[in-house]
């Protein structure tokens, strides 16, 4: 199992007092070299984490690979074709929520979501969906020939009970395996962190987590590089 960083709340955290530091490129180059597999961003349409110019830096620079969260939008398309991330991730997006509230519908939002898939195709970029781990999501998901899946984990990460959880786990066990049957890439991300990854990481089918929060958290008070190398240890 591949791991990702996002490195979104470094550039929250920067933008709150409207500094230049802490700086997000910064903490990527940091992450590669304590072994990460990848860089995660979300360029949201208010620009609320990471900046245009944080994205063309991380394209320049780091030499893992670029994972671009987005909406399924025109703006943000353009600049993906243009910035040329290894992959798109497509979430939905809504102004008030905190973060990402979970996936997206891709069946009720079809034409949006497979015209996007084809933009950022001709672009020569993979894309992934961000769905919940439901079947007809997750056949829909090849139907309109996205490359990969990202799993929603949130259920999973704030069950309430340790049947919810389980239970949810299964499900995410054989969504996992409908998407590897289908010829899908399957990624999983939301809430994940050093407690729920110790189970989490027995998923097989799962290629690869995105997480953020918990190991940014984290490296407040361990440092980053500390921070990473627990978590890789936990997934390996
Ligand atoms: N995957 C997606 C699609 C997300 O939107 C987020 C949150 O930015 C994550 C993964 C990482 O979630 P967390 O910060 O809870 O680890």
Redesign the pocket.
């Known amino acids: 199992m591949r791991f990702s960083l996002?490195v979104?709340?470094i550039a929250t955290l920067r933008n709150a007092r409207g500094e230049v530091q802490p700086d997000p490129v910064t903490a990527a180059l940091l992450a590669e070299q304590s072994g990460v597999d990848g860089i995660?961003v979300?360029l949201r349409e208010d620009r609320r984490h990471v900046n245009e110019r944080d994205l063309r830096l991380l394209r320049e620079l780091i030499t893992t690979k670029l994972d671009m969260?987005m909406a399924p939008v025109e703006e943000i398309i353009k600049i993906a074709c243009d910035v040329q991330p290894e992959l798109a991730?497509l979430?939905p997006e809504k102004r008030q929520e905190l973060?990402?509230e979970g996936g997206l519908n891709i069946i009720d939002d079809i034409a949006q979501i497979k015209s996007a898939i084809k933009d950022l195709h001709k672009a020569n970029i993979e894309v992934s969906v961000?769905i919940e781990p439901d079947i007809d999501q997750i056949n829909a998901a090849a139907e309109i020939e996205s490359d990969f899946i990202?799993i929603?984990?949130?259920v999973y990460?704030n069950a309430e009970s340790e049947e919810e959880e389980f239970d949810e786990l299964e499900r995410i066990r054989l969504g996992a395996k409908q998407a590897k049957k289908l010829g899908l890439g399957v990624?999983?991300?939301?809430?994940?962190?050093y407690l729920n990854m110790k189970i989490f990481r027995e998923l097989s089918d799962i290629d690869e987590?995105?997480?953020?929060?918990?190991?940014?958290a984290r490296a407040l008070f361990v440092g980053l590089n500390e921070a990473v190398k627990e978590m890789i240890n936990i997934i390996r």
């Open positions: 996002n979104d709340h995660v979300h969260e991730t979430v973060t990402t961000f990202e929603h984990t949130g990460a990624n999983a991300g939301h809430g994940l962190n987590v995105s997480i953020g929060q918990a190991v940014i």
